[in-house]
């Protein structure tokens, strides 16, 4: 556990509100609270995570509350945004976001922010970019998850397509979080091997998979049975949090390299 901490959640929305669980389940503070617009849709998620824990191995407080409790969290969690409508890319999104990330920044500004503020809402990287300006924060402060999630649907693909377990393979997903991410085919270690040792791989089918994640299937089903897209859930990438919030905290790299602003780039990979 990251001794006594605090973590602030802002949306309390499909994301947020799974956020709170992985967060809980992985146990990584002592308290976490939702934040949002819609106060007692933050106060009936707050519940329902803490509902959740009524066996956990020690007290953690789940609870709503409002954009004070930045003040002294030690991490702050931005999941605000609207889930992707069917044919949207996540680029589509920046005008809503910048919006209400906008918003956002006024309601923050009365409060100093000591913590590191991760970012989850689309476009992942530009928002953070964008609050890390406007709250003054240095770059080494505000992250996105950037291609975490990409890099758990990566790891999920090759791992179905070898057949190996993905305990065993290593590999990340580069660049900004979505349509141009990048895969380094290269560095990807299956069972200790290159992929080249399994010709069976088609390396566009994988990049496209690691691209689309649920999009891919759900959102062409989904969308035809009810017109509305499916609500993204940041599950793929949750388990990563603990480890590379530990890691930040510590000072260092995040996990896998795929939460920072890396000025230069990935150009050492291809
Ligand atoms: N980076 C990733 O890997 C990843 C994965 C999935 C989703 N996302 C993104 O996460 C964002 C949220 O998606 P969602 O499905 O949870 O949407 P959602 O509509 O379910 O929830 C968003 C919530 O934010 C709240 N909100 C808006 N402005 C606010 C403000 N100023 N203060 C407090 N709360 C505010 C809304 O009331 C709503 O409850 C989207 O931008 C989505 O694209 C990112």
């Given at each position: 556990m990251l001794n006594k901490h605090k973590i602030v959640i802002l949306g309390a929305g499909h994301v947020g509100s799974h956020c709170a669980h992985a967060l809980c389940r992985r146990w990584c503070a002592e308290e976490i609270v939702l934040v949002d617009i819609d106060r007692e849709k933050a106060a009936a998620q707050a519940m329902d995570v803490a509902d959740s824990l009524?066996?956990?191995?020690a007290d953690l407080v789940v609870r709503s509350g409002d954009?004070?409790?930045?003040?002294?969290?030690?991490l702050i969690f931005v999941a605000i945004g609207k889930a992707r409508s069917p044919?949207?890319?996540?680029?589509?999104?920046l005008g809503d976001s910048v919006k209400m990330a906008r918003t956002l920044v006024s309601q923050l500004s009365p409060y100093p922010l000591p913590g590191i503020v991760v970012s989850i809402t689309n476009p992942a990287d530009i928002v953070a970019d964008y609050l890390r300006k406007a709250l003054h924060?240095?770059?080494?402060?505000v992250f996105s998850t950037g291609t975490l999630l990409d890099t758990a649907r990566l790891i999920r693909t090759l791992s179905e397509e070898t057949g190996v377990s993905r305990r065993s393979i290593t590999a990340f997903s580069l660049g900004e979080?979505?349509?141009?991410s990048m895969i380094p085919f290269s560095a990807i270690r299956v069972g200790g091997l290159?992929?080249?040792?399994?010709?069976?791989?088609d390396r566009a089918r994988v990049l496209e998979r690691t691209r689309q994640g649920v999009y891919g299937i759900r959102n062409r089903r989904i969308c035809r049975l009810s017109?509305?897209?499916?609500?993204?859930?940041?599950q793929g990438c949750s388990p990563r949090f603990r480890p590379s919030l530990r890691r930040i905290r510590a000072g260092g790299r995040p996990l896998r390299r795929s939460l920072c602003d890396r000025p230069g780039g990935h150009r050492k990979y291809r």
């Open positions: 009524s066996f956990p191995p954009y004070s409790d930045c003040a002294d969290a030690d044919g949207q890319t996540r680029l589509d999104l924060l240095p770059r080494s402060r979080h979505g349509d141009s290159p992929l080249d040792a399994y010709p069976q791989v017109g509305r897209s499916y609500p993204a859930r940041p």
